[in-house]
């Protein structure tokens, strides 16, 4: 029983140390972390217990928000919500309009009764719909905050979730919204084919030029796969800072941060210094580090013309070789097919096959000796190269002051923003986006995901089942694959030491039993059976006759009188059944033994 202890205690440990490992890294096994899609259960199998769903409750607006919106309101579509009538450019006329269908509802399967949320309810079609702020955000020196939620219900293919952040203009018509409709920043997730973004874009106007570019943030270093087919909601948020530093966070967890300055690409600010266009590289500008050694000469007896390869003299043709066969022969199966015009198609010619006369023979057609490496081939000759004299280097051009050159050491500062917009084309529908925020105040932004997504997210947990503690394995040993041995070792090891020890302990028990039938060793069975016979012999006798432990009291010499005459019984047995056999010869039986045994010492 020891070893049994020994063996549980074993692996309760492994298994903490397990579950420590999996939270220190990133948190990824827990129960917030579920999402994987269970089959339909068997006939078989129970019932899955049904978890009740939360009713939903609405958050508490800000006082001052510039946008906040749950779709608590009756059909925000028509009321606060514009859809685009507009047309894209550049593109054929029946995919060109924007008439991809939307809809404020129950998404399915949702967590919380009575959540409504806007979705994108058709496939391969483009996708319009804007909303303007409650308030001009102007980029005056307070972080720049959105958040949204979004869940892929089926999963994903091809199509962006991403928001855009429309600039102030002088005049709004968000019935014309389109691609081309400038905005500040583009934010949020991407994905076509294996390639998984999170976009951070931000356009940048040139204090001298007046020119409009696209900045693009660094990728975030994570895995972002399980945020597109988990088929759960995800938070998105970003913060961009007066100090020019920005975050990017998905569920609460920061996953891409850097500077405007130094983390996206174009920088912001060009070079100070550019290569002078107008400078040439000189003509006895020598760019070569090594030359052939003109002194080099090719040796009197270095033979250029011998092939590298000759043919095998030795060579003998194999015995059965078909030189008269083909081994290609047409298909005389084959026939001119009805439809085949020779004026045409030209003259029919029937498909070559295999001959099968070759299959057996070695070979077929003319046979020619095998080639085999010459062993006077040496090649072209070339001198060696050794270092060039005149090498100078890799000619660059010089550099010359930057005409274009400028520093903005402010880039927070963007163009106001007026909207916001969804600009969409998807491969797939029943998209849910959710709760959009759009603030200067980090404490309201907080109090803000524990009202909406917080909730959410723990009422996903709570009906997800026990797929969670799976798919979060999965999840942090695709990041972090060496997991594996470590899993391997503190979950799968131990169980293994079990099964081993429990066969061990079988087989060893099965010897133990084997050996006393062998033995007539009593078992532990037998001990207790022969005691409690002892015990009722004594209780039986009483005083009028022996007792057990009278009759136990027979003197050595006694019992080995009893072995003598028993074994001079069995020997006259034997000489018996010699007899009969002697005169039973001609009987086909075999002579009649008796049915007598001697008894053992115990019996």
Not at 272 to 285: A, R, Y
Not at 551 to 569: D, G, I, N, P, Y
Not at 570 to 596: C, F, L, M, W, Y
Request: with cysteine.
């Amino acid at each position: 029983m020891q070893g049994y202890w020994k063996i549980l205690a074993l692996l309760l440990v492994s298994l903490f140390i397990w579950q420590g490992v999996a939270a220190d890294f990133g948190d990824e096994v827990d129960d917030d972390d579920d999402g994987v899609v269970e089959d339909e259960p068997d006939a078989s199998e129970p019932e899955p217990v049904v978890v009740e769903k939360k009713k939903y409750e609405p958050p508490e607006i800000p006082a001052k928000p510039f946008l906040a919106e749950t779709f608590d309101e009756a059909d925000p579509l028509k009321k606060s919500w514009v859809k685009s009538q507009a047309k894209k450019d550049d593109v054929e006329e029946d995919i060109a309009k924007y008439d991809g269908k939307w809809s404020v509802e129950e998404p399915k399967d949702s967590s919380l009764l009575g959540d409504l949320g806007l979705i994108l309810k058709s496939k391969a079609k483009h996708h319009a719909v804007s909303k303007k702020l409650d308030r001009i955000f102007e980029f005056s020196g307070n972080p720049f905050i959105v958040s949204y939620e979004v869940r892929f219900q089926n999963g994903i293919d091809c199509g962006g979730a991403y928001i855009k952040l429309l600039s102030k203009q002088n005049t709004v018509d968000l019935k014309s919204f389109h691609d081309k409709t400038p905005y500040t920043i583009m934010f949020g997730p991407d994905k076509c084919g294996l390639d998984h973004k999170l976009h951070f874009i931000f356009r940048h106007k040139n204090p001298k030029t007046g020119e409009i570019e696209e900045k693009h943030a660094k990728k975030p270093a994570g895995n972002l796969e399980k945020y597109f087919t988990d088929k759960k909601t995800h938070l998105y948020t970003l913060i961009v800072n007066p100090d020019n530093s920005f975050e990017v966070l998905v569920d609460n967890k920061v996953i891409n941060s850097g500077s405007l300055l130094e983390d996206v690409n174009p920088p912001v600010n060009p070079p100070k210094e550019i290569d002078d266009p107008k400078d040439k590289k000189p003509s006895d500008w020598d760019e070569r580090e090594k030359i052939p050694d003109p002194d080099a000469k090719k040796p009197d007896d270095w033979d250029e013309d011998e092939p590298k390869e000759i043919p095998d003299e030795e060579a003998k043709k194999p015995d059965g070789w078909l030189d008269d066969e083909e081994a290609l022969i047409a298909d005389p199966d084959a026939d001119k097919p009805d439809d085949w015009d020779d004026e045409m198609d030209g003259e029919w010619e029937a498909p070559l096959i295999d001959n099968p006369k070759c299959k057996e023979a070695p070979g077929c057609g003319e046979w020619t000796r095998p080639n085999i490496p010459n062993p006077l081939y040496r090649g072209k000759w070339k001198p060696e190269m050794i270092d060039n004299p005149e090498y100078k280097g890799e000619w660059k051009p010089q550099k010359i002051a930057n005409p274009d050159y400028f520093e903005d050491l402010k880039p927070y500062k963007m163009t106001p923003i007026e909207s916001l917009g969804l600009e969409l084309w998807s491969m797939t529908d029943e998209i849910v986006f959710d709760n959009f925020l759009v603030t200067d105040d980090r404490e309201e932004h907080t109090r803000w995901v524990e009202q909406t997504w917080e909730r959410k997210s723990a009422a996903e947990a709570s009906s997800g089942g026990g797929g969670a503690l799976v798919q979060g394995i999965l999840d942090v040993t695709k990041e972090r694959p060496w997991l594996w041995a470590v899993f391997l070792i503190v979950v799968v090891l131990p169980i293994i030491l079990v099964i081993a020890y429990c066969c061990v302990q079988k087989e060893k028990q099965e010897d133990i039993d084997a050996a006393r039938k062998k033995t007539d060793e009593p078992s532990p069975d037998d001990e207790k059976t022969e005691e409690s016979e002892k015990t009722e012999g004594n209780v039986d006798s009483g005083a009028g006759g022996d007792t057990q432990t009278d009759k136990t009291k027979k003197s050595k010499a006694a019992l080995e009188k009893e072995e003598a005459e028993e074994e001079e019984e069995e020997v006259s047995q034997e000489e018996d059944i010699a007899e009969a056999g002697e005169e039973g010869k001609g009987d086909t039986g075999s002579p009649r033994r008796s049915p007598r045994k001697r008894k053992t010492r115990k019996d």
